[in-house]
């Protein structure tokens, strides 16, 4: 088994999303992270908050996000166990943040310590 | 993982609560900063719950971040008038602890403060239907404009407009004083009326959104009742109303969503509950002297509770039309008048009166025309439909006329 990063990219939602919608993916997002679990695959996971969010350059300004032109970033991140990225990718594949147009989930394996990779 | 399952609507309902205790803290200036802290507090518990699994009292939480939020904003401004603005003189007291009050009634009294003010004379009543929807009943911009069928830049532009007004009138987000309640409360009435038909009468496709719509402007029409103060024999009478027609929702449509007329409905399907409410409501206005045009609408509305065509059923409703009219003239009013004398004196008494009318930009006028011919002169009832479709707006609308057209 090898632990894989699901990294969600996506819309900053306060400027899009009713309460009811909040909810909604809420609930989704709930839903998918169980289904994780429930096949003893889900190893954690954090919202990033967009509020606050600050980028540090090379010359060392600092700006504020949203990050430049892109409106998606990453929104959060969960790590899971797969057998093979393929396996981590249909697990990526359920998530609710697809739904958006212009959203992604990017698949990273996590490097072991164990010296051989 | 906690497998515990959220209140559904649970944000929507705290949103409103939120917004509302917090725009009565910050006031109208700062509308937009409340909306933002109570989008920005659900989108903290999107971060977190999914991963962390839900806190043991989701509603705690919420009320925590939500003050924080509030709070630090507050701190950020007073430090923005203390060191980078010297020399505007600010004369709170400088060690203020800064409270966000969210028990029970200070949410409650917010709300019902803050539908007084935003139902103000000073703004237009689509602009106090839009704001409403968004700050008291949580509403997103899409949902809003889904029931006006408009798009989201129509609403936002009504919203801001609207929300200017309240600033430039300085309206505050406070109780009306005595004097002022009858005057003001006529116009929330009004608010509250034009809510529910915007659900009960719209073209809107989406059952749950027309009946959601309704449903708030009941929630809403109870933040009166439940105040000693606003508790009034006309609100009564209005809550009484809008129990009475919603009793009807789940016959009025078929499978394919298309609305069933009155008298085609089944009325097994007519909730039973809601009308005894209803009544109970009707009961309770019938104190004072004041009579209100909502106590005919709801005299109304009740015997159209009662499907079966007594003579008694008619008369009532005539008599309770004639009442309402001489209180409130509209077109259709008279048209519905015209329908009940109809059904007791007869139709040829009906056609002199309808025809006496002369509303001839109002399809629902030439439709009653044809109605009314149809068993008396197929010619004359079609020549009705036909200027009825052709005034008709609606699909549905057309559809139904057509088949009355096919008929003659």
């Known amino acids: 088994m090898e632990e894989y990063a699901l990294i969600m990219r996506h819309e900053d939602g306060l400027k899009v999303a009713s309460p009811e919608q909040i909810q909604t993916w809420m609930k989704q997002t709930m839903d998918w992270i169980n289904s994780i679990s429930a096949q003893n695959k889900f190893v ?14 090379h010359n060392k300004v600092v700006t504020n996000g949203p990050f430049g032109d892109i409106k ?23 998530c609710p943040v697809l739904q958006g147009e212009g959203n992604s989930v990017e698949v990273r394996k996590i490097a072991k310590g164990d010296g051989i990779h | 993982m906690d497998q515990q399952e959220l209140i559904p609507h649970l944000f929507r309902e705290e949103f409103r609560k939120i917004i509302a205790v917090i725009s009565k803290r910050l006031g109208f200036d700062h509308i937009d900063v409340a909306e933002d802290i109570a989008s920005e507090t659900f989108l903290s518990a999107l971060e977190i719950w999914p991963y962390k699994g839900l806190p043991e009292n989701p509603v705690a939480w919420l009320y925590t971040v939500a003050k924080n939020k509030a709070k630090n904003k507050i701190a950020r401004d007073l430090l923005f008038l203390q060191k980078i603005a010297p020399q505007i003189k600010y004369t709170a007291p400088q060690n203020e602890e800064i409270e966000i009050d969210l028990s029970y009634k200070n949410i409650t009294d917010s709300q019902l403060q803050m539908l007084f003010a935003l139902c103000h004379p000073s703004i237009p009543p689509e602009g106090q239907i839009g704001l ?10 899409d949902e809003i404009a889904n029931a006006f069928l408009t798009n989201k ?60 719509l309704c449903m708030e402007a009941i929630r809403l029409t109870h933040l009166l009742i439940e105040n000693d103060q606003t508790n009034l024999p ?23 969503g298309e609305i069933i007329l009155y008298q085609d409905q089944d009325e097994s399907l007519w909730d039973r509950e809601l009308i005894s409410k209803g009544a109970y409501y009707l009961h309770r206005s019938s104190r004072g002297n004041n009579v209100s045009k909502y106590h005919f609408e709801a005299g109304i509305a009740y015997w159209h509770t009662i499907k079966n065509d007594t003579k008694e059923k008619w008369e009532n409703i005539l008599q309770l039309y004639n009442h309402l009219l001489k209180i409130e003239y509209s077109s259709i009013t008279a048209l519905n008048r015209i ?9 040829e008494e009906a056609i002199v009166e309808a025809e006496q009318l002369k509303l001839e930009d109002n399809h629902f006028y030439f439709a009653l025309l044809g109605e009314l011919y149809f068993d008396i002169d197929k010619r004359k009832a079609k020549e009705n439909f036909l200027k009825a479709h052709l005034l008709a707006r609606t699909q549905p609308d057309k559809k139904s006329i057509q088949k009355k057209i096919d008929m003659c």
Request: include cysteine.
């Open chain 1, 44 to 57: 954690g996971g954090t919202g990033l908050p967009f509020a606050d969010a600050k980028v540090v350059w």
């Open chain 1, 72 to 94: 998606e970033t990453i929104g959060g991140f969960i790590m899971v166990k797969a057998g093979s990225v393929e396996e981590a990718v249909e697990l990526a594949k359920g």
């Open chain 2, 132 to 141: 409403s929807l968004r700050i008291l009943c949580g509403f997103g911009i």
């Open chain 2, 153 to 212: 830049e129509t609403i936002n532009k009504r919203l801001s407009r609207a929300k200017e007004k309240l600033r430039t009138e300085k309206v505050q987000i406070e109780f009306p004083i005595a004097s002022e309640i009858n005057s003001r409360l006529n116009n929330v009435l009004t608010t509250l009326y034009l809510l529910f038909s915007e659900g009960y009468y719209s073209e809107i496709k989406d059952c749950t959104l027309r009946e959601g």
């Open chain 2, 234 to 256: 006309e609100v009564n009478a209005l809550l009484s109303l809008m129990y009475f027609h919603s009793s009807r929702f789940p016959a009025r449509k078929n499978d394919h």
């Open chain 2, 339 to 347: 329908y009940a004398l109809a059904r007791t004196i007869g139709k």
